[in-house]
Every structure is written in C-alpha cells, then in structure tokens.
C-alpha cells in the first residue's frame, strides 16, 4: 500500500538580508504511512512546520516532490485538499461569536451538514462549552475548537501542529485516546508534531526525526527507541569516598565497561549485568547502598540524534587522571526548547 505522504529531497532557502541564506528545508524526505499516528519531531527550526505550511500550500518550496494520496502537490492539490484537515501554527477565530456558532458557519462554508457539528464538538470534549464566546476560551479550549474545525470534514488526512498546545493533563489524555481512535478505528491517517516528546511516546504509532532541515531518522517509534537506546546502572555508595576506587575496579576488571562520576553516584555502562558490578565491587572490598537499572527513553534518545543533549556536568579529578563526567541520568526529564505557544507556555487550559 503506498504512503499517505511521501516527501523527497524537499528543499526551501530563506534569503536574509546581510547574512547567510537559511535553509530551512535541505533536502528533507518523509513518509507517512495510512491509518497511523506519525509523529514528526525536531529541534526549533529544524523544518516541522515549514514542511507542514509546504504540504498545505501555505508556501512555495525550492526543490523536491510532494504528494499526498499519490497526487503530485501543489499541482494536484485540488484533488485532495477536501481529504484533508489541519491545524497549524495559532488558530484564530471570531472572538464574539460562540464556539458552535463558529462551527456552524465554517460547516455552511464548506458544505458540511450541521449535524456534524454537534459530532465533532462531542469528540473534542466541547459540548458543554459551544454556547460560550470565544473571547473567553482558554488557550487549551481554543486548541480543541481547532481540532474540531480541522475534523468537520471527516478528513481521511489530520495534520496537527502541536496539537496539545495548552492543553492540561486530562486535556492531553482526551486528545491522545481521539487520535488513536481516528487512526486505529476510522482509519484516518494522523500527523503529528509536537515537543511534549513524553506524549509522543505514548501517542505515535511511527515517528520521524528532523534535524537542520534534514531525515535523521524514521521508523517505529518503539524500534527506534530500542535501537538508540541503552541501559545504564546507577550505583551509590555509603561513602562518596568510594566513588573513586569503584571505578578503578569496575574498569580494570573489564576494559570494555565505563564507569563515570555523577555527583554522588556513580553511572556504569557496558557492564554484562547488575550482578556482575555487584560481584565485581565486593571483590574489591566496595560494597554499594543502591543500585538502580536506567533505560532511555524517547527524550534522551531524541536529544542524542540531533544534538541537542544538555552539556554533561565538571569532570571529576581522580588520583592524577581526569574521569569524564556522566551523561545527564538516563531517562530523567531534560530541558527541551519550546517554541512560543506550545504546551509549555502560559494561557493553559483552566
């Protein structure tokens, strides 16, 4: 069966006055299969939502193909514009006019029974709100009218920008179990970006990763976690006195294992497992208080592929030898940028 989207080589060069041309998309490629919810992550800048804006005709690219149900767009566009629903970047809406009332004239707008509406703003979880004025919609409120706009249609394409922007926790899980039921039950085929990677984890079915306007990777998103990803020990001691000899045995014991001071703690990697450090450790007459398996997540495995990792920590001196110091703990949260107006930002819903 052939993708839903398929991108090749998509190039888009935005000229700057004194400075050098940015290339916003440089040779991206992406393709999303039918009736899956496909994740499109990357770093601020790195091209998500020029590709959206690109494949809904809101800019002219500089190179490359598009096409969406197999037609060649922005040619055939026309053809399948009316499969397609989207929301991108900030909706805006009448502010004095009611929620259904916003609906019931974008419906009578594109030919859409008005019984659609009471439908999608079912979905959306809006019912008891409609009647109220736009104006005082919280910013998760105005995202879910978005989404039901973008769903009048009954799109067989959903393209969401952020789709839990603003949106607070049992907002989240509402919008994460609509999506999967529009791809798994209707067959609708969803496209997601978003940087609330941990929601990404549990949303997306397929997920693509972009960095500097380029395919970094793509595939399941539990293959591609698995395939990135690997599991570290964090050990403590008594006495952070015993950081350094512990080292000294965990290393010199097998050349193949790291072991790396963290503050107070210490980070092993490559061990055969936790048995062997606790072995290893008691041979050498270091016993441990703790010792805990970390497995990376979606996160850390997306900080690493495209760079964007926290700066680990000082190094630690070492009788003479400098120890490099650990990776941020594997699997904590980690600062991710977010762009202005995403989940992150004030105006959450109330």
Same mark, same amino acid.
């Given at each position: 069966? #052939? ?6 080589? @998509? ?13 916003? &998309? ?74 259904? @009332?916003? +609906?019931? +004239? ?22 008891? /709100? ?15 009218? /978005? ?12 393209? &969401? ?19 999967? %039921? ?20 549990? &949303? ?28 570290? @020990? ?8 015993? &950081? ?27 061990? #055969?497992?936790?048995? %062997? ?74």
């Amino acid at each position: 069966m #052939p993708p839903i989207i398929e991108i090749s080589g @998509l190039r888009k060069t935005y000229s700057r006055a004194f400075r050098q041309p940015h290339h916003a &998309l440089d040779g991206l490629d992406l393709e999303v299969a039918e009736g899956q919810v496909h994740g499109f992550l990357g770093p601020n800048g790195s091209g998500k939502t020029t590709t959206l804006r690109a494949l809904l005709g809101l800019i002219r690219v500089d190179g490359g193909t598009m096409r969406i149900f197999g037609q060649t767009v922005p040619r055939q566009r026309p053809q399948v514009v009316g499969r397609i629903g989207a929301v991108v970047e900030s909706p805006q809406f009448f502010k004095h006019h009611s929620g259904r @009332l916003t +609906l019931q +004239l974008l419906a009578e707008s594109a030919g859409v029974p008005k019984a659609r509406v009471e439908e999608v703003l079912e979905q959306v979880g809006l019912r008891d /709100a409609a009647k109220g004025a736009v104006r005082g919609y919280s910013l998760g409120m105005r995202q879910r009218l /978005a989404v039901a706009q973008a769903l009048l249609k009954q799109p067989r394409l959903l393209i &969401l920008d952020e789709p839990a922007n603003g949106l607070d926790p049992a907002g989240i899980h509402h919008m994460r179990e609509l999506l999967q %039921w529009l791809a798994h039950s209707q067959g609708v085929t969803v496209v997601v970006s978003s940087h609330l990677l941990s929601e990404v984890q549990q &949303l997306c079915d397929a997920m693509t990763i972009v960095s500097r306007g380029r395919r970094i990777v793509d595939g399941k998103v539990a293959d591609i976690i698995a395939g990135h990803s690997g599991t570290s @020990l964090s050990v403590r001691f008594p006495d952070a006195a015993s &950081l350094p000899e512990a080292v000294e045995a965990l290393t010199t014991a097998d050349a193949t294992v790291t072991a790396a001071v963290d503050r107070e703690r210490l980070v092993v990697q490559g061990a #055969p497992e936790a048995a %062997w450090v606790t072995r290893t450790l008691a041979d050498a007459g270091i016993y441990l208080s703790e010792l805990t398996t970390e497995t990376k997540n979606l996160e850390m495995v997306f900080l690493e592929l495209t760079g964007t990792a926290p700066v680990p920590g000082e190094t630690v001196q070492i009788g003479g030898s400098v120890v490099p110091p650990a990776a941020a703990p594997v699997g904590a949260p980690a600062p991710v940028a977010v762009e202005a107006g995403s989940g992150e930002a004030e105006g959450a819903e109330r």
